[in-house]
């Protein structure tokens, strides 16, 4: 029976996900299709049974929706990276739109006043922070380069990315020819790539040392390609720089709006959409709207990505982190900004209880952006901190939605906005914005 099922079948596709996924109904039991549109006659194979549905792969489009669209990248299909390229971005911003809606009226209960325009960006060659997985494969005679294949834990053979930034979309294969040549080929798994401001940076990951041949190959791929070369033998302590020899300037962004700029290392966190980044941080700080005389707390706050601009509008600032690496990185932004109405400090805000000092120390405004699991210790005891306005930036509307639904329904808020922000083109990433006014 289950060989059976695993044969090709056909089917018309009835609705879609918020992931891009057509959804056909077959015997009474949901099939999701990865990449089918609704209205279409699709062939799929299942490839995951579940107990309630399955999960297909999409072999062969009988008749399509008027509104799909040629996907631009050649690897389109068989990649995991992206899942939306087969329809316009409009619609892309559509389908994310309606899930922030479904999910704070579902999980939250929770209507916004109003909604925001969609905070939106170049839909190509956006991502900065990247990492590639690598596999020397001697049935194809080539190192594959690239991102995990959409239905098996393959490297997806490819030749370029179309959202990796420039120039590294088009490294895909003169780093495969690269590590090709290296006699550690078999023991390099993973590079991760950090386009800044002022340089781009390739962080090799090597199980074995690499020989001078090696270095050497690595070294000339840098000078030629102006990207900076490091080698990473074990954990992140372990990292050092091949090229250039010399010390370099740290890998920074900048804010100009803010004057502000935020250095970060080459296998830090910062946010993968650099433009969309400069226009959620506006949008954020002119949503939250701090006087002179206001105090704000931002929480989450990374190396200060918030917390800086905040700085420059508001009387004063404090960050919190529970990464205390991050909150170095901040400590040190602060300096470099030459802001000294800006402090940090650790603490696991997942672990907090309300009785913290630092809560209770008249903070007007809050800024909020968590990470997937959300902020709801946070939202349980806001009555402790008492702000007036609180701007969310959410990485995922589920969570989003059930804090929502606590400030609203249970702590006195009302959600005054929210929107979607396309940080994440052509994937099924829903990232947003909420304001919450006493």
């Known amino acids: 029976m289950a060989r059976r099922r695993r044969e090709p079948e056909t089917a018309r596709i009835e ?58 990248c050649a690897a389109y299909g068989r990649c995991g990276g992206c899942a939306l390229q087969h329809v316009s971005q409009e619609q892309q911003r559509q389908i994310k739109s309606q899930t922030l809606k479904d999910n704070l009226e579902r999980i939250g209960q929770v209507e916004p006043e109003r909604w925001l325009d969609p905070i939106i960006g170049p839909g190509w060659n956006y991502r900065r922070r990247a990492r590639l997985a690598v596999k020397d494969v001697h049935a194809k005679g080539r190192v594959l380069v690239g991102f995990r294949e959409r239905h098996a834990p393959y490297i997806t053979d490819m030749h370029r990315c179309e959202v990796l930034a420039n120039p590294v979309d088009g490294m895909i294969d003169p780093l495969s020819e690269l590590i090709g040549q290296l006699s550690i080929s078999a023991r390099l798994p993973q590079i991760e790539v950090a386009v800044a401001d002022n340089a781009v940076a390739l962080v090799f990951r090597v199980l074995d040392a690499p020989s001078q041949d090696d270095r050497a190959l690595l070294s000339t791929f840098g000078k030629a390609n102006d990207v900076r070369i490091y080698l990473q033998p074990g954990g992140l302590d372990s990292i050092t720089q091949l090229y ?34 400069r226009l959620m941080v506006s949008k954020a700080v002119e949503l939250l709207n701090p006087g002179a005389d206001d105090r704000v707390l931002d929480l989450f706050c990374g190396i200060g990505n918030f917390s800086l601009p905040l700085a420059r509008r508001a009387a004063s600032v404090l960050g919190v982190e529970g990464e205390a690496s991050l909150v170095r990185a901040a400590g040190d932004n602060a300096v470099l900004n030459d802001l000294s109405n800006v402090s940090f400090r650790q603490a696991d805000l997942n672990g907090i209880d309300g009785s913290e000092s630092w809560l209770r120390q008249g903070w007007d405004l809050v800024l909020l952006d968590p990470a997937r699991s959300g902020a709801a210790e946070i939202a349980n005891c806001i009555a402790t901190i008492g702000p007036r306005r609180i701007v969310y ?25 929210a929107g979607i922000i396309d940080m994440f083109p052509h994937t099924a990433h829903v990232e947003s914005i909420a304001v919450f006014d006493k």
């Open 15 to 72: 609705a879609v996900t918020h992931d891009g996924r057509g959804i056909a109904a077959i015997q009474g039991k949901k099939v999701f299709v990865s990449g089918a549109l609704p209205g279409e006659e699709v062939r799929f194979q299942r490839r995951k049974m579940r107990r309630n549905y399955d999960e297909a792969e999409l072999l062969e489009i009988l008749q399509a929706a008027p509104d799909r669209i040629e996907a631009r």
């Open 393 to 417: 930036v959410s990485c995922h509307p589920g969570t989003l939605a059930r804090d929502a639904g606590t400030l609203v329904n249970e702590k006195g808020y009302r959600c005054e906005a």
């Open 244 to 277: 250039p020899e010399t010390a370099q300037d740290a890998l920074y962004y900048d804010l100009p709006e803010f004057e502000v700029r935020i250095a970060f290392d080459a296998t830090g966190f910062v946010q993968v959409n650099n433009e969309i980044n």
